[in-house]
């Protein structure tokens, strides 16, 4: 049926705008892929909790009393009330607001009121599994939980999956010599209006920075009185290169979608020693070397997530409609760190991923324009650019549009029209 | 302006020299005129929008805004940059305020902190946006008043937002 929308270099208009193949996307992408939820420092104590949405269905992102992360189905098996409201919080036991029913935090169904009410074999009854909450498996990889709706027995543990685009995470697990991250600073969160795959589609666009952003490149380049740009101007200058530059920037396609870029900046050096000894203590001086220097942008894990170790930012994508898509993101502090670096990377955060950032704006405008372009009127839309002499799948620079066809690869193979 | 800090020792000439500052900062914003509007600020100046309910902590917490008066000219170059493609179209905002009420004067310094609730409603790109919340001025008296400080407190501040281009 989708057959025919997605070829190797360019693809039908309709992949953004309609709502048939979006619907099909939530049940063949969203539901069977292993789906970014949090981390699990979001979730401390035992029940911790923080509502997602995946491929459409409200969950709870829950810490057991066994320890252990839970995803489930935040609907109740009565009449299907929504049973948590908040955001997040922490309960020992879910109690729906409509009749009470209530569960344990692993979704076991443990009261319902006034049980003389209920007879019969296939009557509500506590403690009997096919009136539970649903509940999803959950993997995490370093303490990065993933859900997956789909127990499909032929699926790829996470592990597998994120395949060598963990690099992204190992990198920031290894910037704490203990090997603990944790979420802080609070959320933010952006909603853009276009489809999900517009948003993947620039992470390592590297034509485009020069072009929309010139509006708060010229408002950075002017920022500098005194000589001293504050930092910053020099992060929203940084995309006013030439595109020779974008062109030094290396991407990587991994399969499944997944994709990284090497950034432009390096913040690191003049590292305290003790730090320094540290990480070499915990990880070998290799290691060590890499998590401070090795700076990679924007990776991708296809479809939900999107990591910038060099700023310790994990960012989780949710799709709300055809043409609206939710990007939250999260600073990760990463324990035996120095605290500037955490500092600055607030700082960081507030310039690029607060809905106030310079930058965002025309991102934003650009996404929405392509969304509004591509409304009502099929036609192709270009994947064509390449690095000379690249071919399929291998390494090309910010200024190949390879990794989106990797993108389409992937897409293709989830909704089962690949040739 | 209505006082509320009754030990506050001011005279009706400071409160009407505030109540025009104040109507000057928000009918300068509703009419665009971003310079003229940083002037009223001071150098050391602070334009802050927190992220999440009663937020305090801007070092080690995100914010929906954190600027200095360098970053507040770097905003204003950006929405006034012809090259800023989400603001083609022109943007329009009405900020609609309550009255302002004097809450504290700073007995060392002889800071004031006024606040008043306020409603925007902003077009921009074909669709009209509603933003509710309260100002709250640290207003400093030299020779005469400058803003230190405006904070914008949002009801929903901790929801997701759609770009957020001029202050609000
Ligand atoms: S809907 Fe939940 S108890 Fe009735
Ligand atoms: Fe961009």
Request: proline fraction near 5%; hydrophobic fraction near 35%.
């Amino acid at each position: 049926m989708f057959a025919g929308l997605a070829h190797e270099r360019s693809v039908d208009g309709r992949v953004y705008t309609s709502p048939e193949v979006f619907s099909a996307e939530r049940e063949r992408i969203f539901a069977r892929c292993w789906s970014y939820l949090g981390h699990l420092s979001e979730i401390p104590a035992a029940g911790d909790f923080q509502r997602a949405t995946v491929a459409g269905r409200p969950l709870i992102f829950i810490r057991h009393n066994d320890g252990q992360p839970r995803a489930l189905l935040n609907r109740c098996a009565h009449r299907g009330a929504e049973i948590a409201g908040q955001t997040c919080g922490n309960a020992q036991r879910l109690r729906c607001p409509y009749h009470g029913w209530t569960y344990a935090t692993d979704g076991a169904l443990t009261q319902i009121p006034r049980p003389a009410g209920y007879s019969g074999a296939d009557s509500p009854k506590t403690g009997d599994p096919s009136w539970a909450l649903p509940s999803y498996p959950v993997e995490s990889y370093r303490d990065f939980a993933f859900v997956r709706l789909q127990c499909d027995r032929s699926a790829a543990p996470l592990e597998e999956f994120l395949g060598e685009a963990r690099e992204a995470l190992d990198l920031m697990v290894e910037r704490s010599p203990a090997g603990k991250l944790s979420v802080a600073g609070g959320r933010l969160a952006i909603v853009l209006r276009c489809n999900w795959k517009v948003y993947l589609e620039n992470l390592h666009d590297g034509m485009h920075p020069p072009q929309v952003h010139a509006s708060s490149i010229g408002a950075a380049r002017n920022a500098s009185r005194n000589g001293k740009p504050p930092l910053e101007a020099s992060w929203v200058a940084s995309n006013g290169q030439p595109l020779s530059a974008f062109g030094q920037l290396a991407v990587r396609c991994h399969p499944g979608g997944h994709s990284d870029m090497s950034g432009f900046r390096n913040e690191a050096g003049g590292e305290d020693s003790g730090y320094r000894a540290a990480l070499d203590a915990a990880w070998g001086a290799r290691r060590a070397e890499q998590a401070l220097t090795r700076n990679l942008h924007n990776a991708c894990f296809y479809p939900t997530a999107s990591a910038h170790p060099q700023y310790m930012q994990m960012r989780r994508l949710t799709p709300l409609a055809a043409d609206r898509t939710l990007v939250e993101s999260w600073t990760l502090r990463a324990h035996g760190a120095p605290e500037s670096h955490f500092l600055r990377n607030i700082r960081y955060a507030n310039t690029i991923h607060s809905p106030s950032s310079l930058v965002k704006p025309d991102d934003a405008e650009a996404y929405r324009r392509v969304q509004q372009g591509l409304a009502g009127v099929s036609g192709h839309v270009s994947q064509h650019r390449a690095d000379p002499g690249e071919a399929p799948g291998s390494a090309g620079t910010a200024l190949s549009e390879e990794y989106v066809r990797a993108q389409y690869r992937a897409w293709r193979d989830y909704m089962g029209t690949r040739r | 302006m209505i006082v509320l800090d009754r030990k506050a020792r001011v005279s009706a000439a400071q409160l009407e020299a505030a109540e025009q500052l104040l109507y000057r900062e928000c009918e300068l914003l509703n009419t665009a005129r971003y310079d003229d509007w940083l002037a009223l600020f001071s150098l050391d100046c602070r334009y802050f929008a927190p992220l999440i309910p009663g937020q305090e902590d801007v070092e080690s917490h995100s914010s929906l805004f954190l600027e200095n008066r360098e970053l507040m000219r770097m905003r204003i170059r950006r929405v006034t940059h012809e090259a800023a493609h989400s603001l083609a179209g022109g943007v329009r905002a009405s900020r609609t305020v309550g009255p302002a009420a004097l809450r504290a004067v700073d007995s060392q310094r002889g800071d004031w902190t006024v606040e008043r609730r306020f409603h925007m409603t902003e077009r921009q790109g074909g669709r009209m946006r509603h933003f509710a919340g309260l100002f709250t001025y640290r207003l400093r008296f030299r020779e005469r008043f400058m803003i230190r400080e405006k904070r914008v407190d949002l009801i929903d501040c901790d929801a997701p937002h759609e770009p957020l281009e001029i202050f609000l």
